[in-house]
């Protein structure tokens, strides 16, 4: 990260990580509640590349981590994982004209992460995070970080210094891109 | 690399040497962050509140007024109660045993409910600065709410009874002679009870408390919850049990924190 992009990520990522602890514990469906900071890793990596990716999904999850009595570095782990496979699949080249592309890629890696960090959970000691829950998680973080994802991949452009992207679900070239 | 710094604060914080440095840093940042999500919630949720006063004032109003006439049922119990409880802590003073009602205790409102998808906690707007420790149970509506996992300076997080890393020694049956565990099976799940001999006489509604063992983690005869199923298990001589939890923890708003250490 260069220039103002550091101050301004950390701005972004410290309203996603208010937000969550705030008004976002409040939305509960089906017992579950959505994951905005798992959702911002991903936009990071969609708008930002492997690298910003990886970077924003671990400092998000490490700052969730603060406030969780969950093995601390877990969220961390399970962001950067995200960030950096939402990264990956840019640098791939897969074609992000399709408007449906960033809802897509949001809902997806949104459930992997949630199942990531259930599996992670159970082999650190907690077995009933595979079983009790987990559907109703999964369903409520896919979903929201599905129809949130274009507002957060937008908070990243803007924390980039992207914003000036032609297409505001196509968003700009990042590094790793193939031209 | 961050995968492996990740991977390494992990074994840190699971190992109990060097867990008190991972606690320090979460009880900086509950101490930083606390003011900022209060005041962010003191703005936005009387906006929801008033949306969803508005959308259901006519059954809000209904359900005042039950709530009146539930408390003042409670009122007349309580009443009744009185002199049976001065009884109980008579006899148990004489028996130098801990009762509940003679302990302090720090009334606290529960400001955050599940921040993890996966965890059942809530957070309490008092910390060490007002005698909240680690260890200290927390009793609630009717019952046993949970133990505190977590203190900073004016924040603590509550495990509630029903997180599966909970585990509660509980005793039932004629003279609460009859000893089990039980162990909370996630958030809105009946807790197991573990340990129940096969040929034990159960009854469905029947009260748990806690035993007062394992180190004294809780002082005894504080109400767990109420006996909701039981079946033989074929080829075990342990019986399967479940427990629902006496305290409503979906409707928790204030707890007391016992000021009770365990004897660890």
């Not at chain 2, 599940?114 to 600065?129: C, M, Y």
Request: charged share 10%; aromatic share 6%.
């Amino acid at each position: 990260m260069r220039g103002k992009e550091a101050p301004r990520a950390l701005l972004v990522l410290l309203v996603v990580l208010v937000l969550q602890l705030t008004v976002v514990l409040d939305i509960r469906i089906g017992g579950a509640h959505p994951d905005l900071i798992l959702g911002l890793a991903i936009a990071a990596g969609l708008a930002g590349g492997t690298e910003r990716g990886a970077i924003v999904g671990f400092l998000s999850g490490l700052a969730l981590d603060l406030f969780l009595t969950t093995p601390f570095g877990l969220s961390a782990l399970v962001g950067t994982g995200v960030g950096v496979a939402a990264g990956q699949l840019v640098a791939a080249g897969v074609d992000r004209t399709n408007w449906l592309f960033v809802p897509g890629v949001a809902a997806l890696g949104s459930a992997i992460g949630v199942i990531m960090f259930a599996v992670l959970g159970a082999v650190l000691g907690q077995p009933d995070t595979l079983t009790v829950g987990l559907g109703a998680a999964v369903g409520v973080v896919t979903v929201v970080n599905g129809i949130l994802g274009y507002l957060l991949v937008r908070a990243c452009n803007w924390a980039f210094g992207q914003e000036r992207s032609g297409s505001a679900w196509q968003g700009p070239l990042v590094a790793g891109d193939r031209h | 690399m961050l995968v492996l710094v990740s991977v390494t604060l992990i074994t840190f914080d699971e190992r109990s040497g060097t867990h008190h440095i991972t606690s320090g840093l979460k009880s900086v940042a509950h101490d930083v962050f606390s003011p900022l999500t209060s005041g962010v919630n003191d703005i936005l949720r009387p906006i929801g509140d008033f949306f969803a006063g508005s959308v259901n004032y006519g059954s809000l109003q209904s359900e005042n007024q039950q709530l009146q006439a539930t408390i003042g049922r409670l009122r007349l119990q309580l009443n009744q109660t009185a002199a049976l409880r001065e009884q109980v802590r008579e006899l148990d003073s004489l028996e130098h045993l801990p009762y509940l009602g003679s302990l302090p205790i720090v009334t606290a409102q529960m400001t955050q409910f599940d921040l993890s998808n996966f965890d059942a906690d809530i957070t309490l707007d008092k910390g060490r600065s007002s005698g909240v420790l680690v260890g200290m149970p927390v009793v609630g509506a009717g019952g046993l709410v949970g133990q505190v996992v977590q203190a900073s300076h004016g924040t603590a997080i509550v495990q509630l009874i029903t997180d599966s890393r909970s585990s509660v020694g509980v005793s039932f049956g004629p003279n609460n002679q009859t000893y089990a565990t039980a162990t909370g099976q996630g958030p809105g799940n009946p807790l197991s009870v573990q340990y129940i001999p096969a040929q034990t006489h159960l009854h469905k509604g029947e009260f748990m408390y806690t035993n007062g063992l394992a180190d004294g983690e809780f002082p005894p005869n504080i109400p767990v919850g109420r006996l909701h199923s039981f079946k033989a298990t074929v080829g075990s001589g342990a019986m399967t049990v479940t427990m629902t939890p006496v305290a409503d923890l979906d409707e928790l708003a204030y707890v007391d924190v016992v000021q009770w250490e365990p004897k660890l």
